[in-house]
């Protein structure tokens, strides 16, 4: 079923869905959008497909014209029992779960607007965990897209890193807040993160693990930060001198390639 804004208000009232804030639904009202944001995830028959927060179906209408195997996962059993009657397909599952409890280890492709309280909790997760998965196409705040998408500065941090050692990102289109009910206080971003298989998967993730200890102190430098988490200020210097990194640098001002660094050095002493 097609969500759009003359019959959003008429399915929220006669089937009592009234967007939870708790959840952070906030259901897209232009079917143009929606189909330009499925149409990104490039779907073929062969895909096995997740969606992320359904809710009422907005996105969903438009993933249901492919053939491919479909899980639909949200939180809300309200979504759950409305989704169920309209989408009664065989290739259609529908479940409710915590996207961050979910075995999300078996798709091919992943799509969703993401809840803001846990977007990165949730971006980390897929990552660690949707190991088979080569396409996403994902719907955030804005802001929350700068943290991903930065590799100096203040938005820059562990998450970046581990995007950009795994695969690529790209900003796709800006949707004003107007575009959803009820409104959210900003914009939001649709980005596309494609994986690659240029950078171990393992490694990546010891990396990034490795950088979160290194931003814990994000006004320290990182030579203070090293020392931190060495407990030896003296080997800290010596790693970063190896690496010509100077100690007076912070962590935001160094590209993902120097936390290899760190780590491939680490590993080897």
Same mark, same amino acid.
Not at 93 to 112: L, P
């Given at each position: 079923m097609e969500i759009n804004r003359s019959n959003v208000l008429e399915i929220v009232e006669k089937s009592g869905l009234k967007p939870d804030k708790d959840y952070g639904q906030n259901y897209l009202l232009e079917p143009a959008i929606c189909e330009k944001i499925v149409s990104l995830l490039d779907i073929n028959k062969d895909d096995y497909v997740l969606e992320i927060g359904p809710g009422i179906g907005s996105l969903t209408h438009f993933i249901d014209f492919y053939d491919s195997k479909i899980d639909l996962v949200d939180i +809300?059993?309200?979504?759950? +029992? %409305? *989704? &169920?009657?309209?989408? =009664?397909?065989?290739?259609?599952?529908?479940?409710? =779960? +915590?996207?961050? &409890?979910? +075995?999300? #280890?078996?798709? #091919?492709?992943?799509?969703? =607007? *993401?809840?803001? =309280?846990? /977007?990165?909790? /949730?971006?980390? %997760? *897929? *990552?660690?965990?949707? &190991?088979?998965?080569?396409?996403?196409?994902l719907m955030c705040q804005s802001e929350a897209f700068d943290r991903f998408n930065d590799v100096s500065g203040k938005n820059y941090g562990p998450a970046s890193i581990l995007l950009h050692l795994l695969g690529n990102i790209k900003k796709t289109l800006v949707v004003k807040a107007g575009s959803f009910y009820p409104a959210p206080k900003c914009s939001s971003t649709v980005f596309v993160f494609e994986r690659t298989n240029e950078f171990e998967y393992e490694k990546a993730i010891s990396v990034y693990k490795l950088s979160k200890q290194l931003f814990l102190n994000r006004r320290k430098t990182i030579y203070n930060n090293l020392s931190s988490y060495l407990a030896d200020k003296e080997k800290a210097s010596n790693l970063l001198e190896k690496l010509n990194i100077p100690i007076n640098k912070r962590p935001e001002e160094l590209p993902p390639s120097v936390f290899v660094g760190l780590y491939d050095i680490l590993k080897n002493n």
């Open positions: +809300d059993q309200r979504m759950v +029992d %409305f *989704l &169920k009657i309209i989408y =009664n397909k065989n290739n259609v599952q529908i479940i409710r =779960n +915590d996207i961050r &409890k979910h +075995d999300v #280890s078996v798709y #091919s492709k992943i799509i969703g =607007n *993401l809840p803001y =309280n846990i /977007t990165t909790e /949730t971006v980390i %997760f *897929l *990552l660690e965990n949707a &190991k088979q998965c080569k396409k996403m196409v």
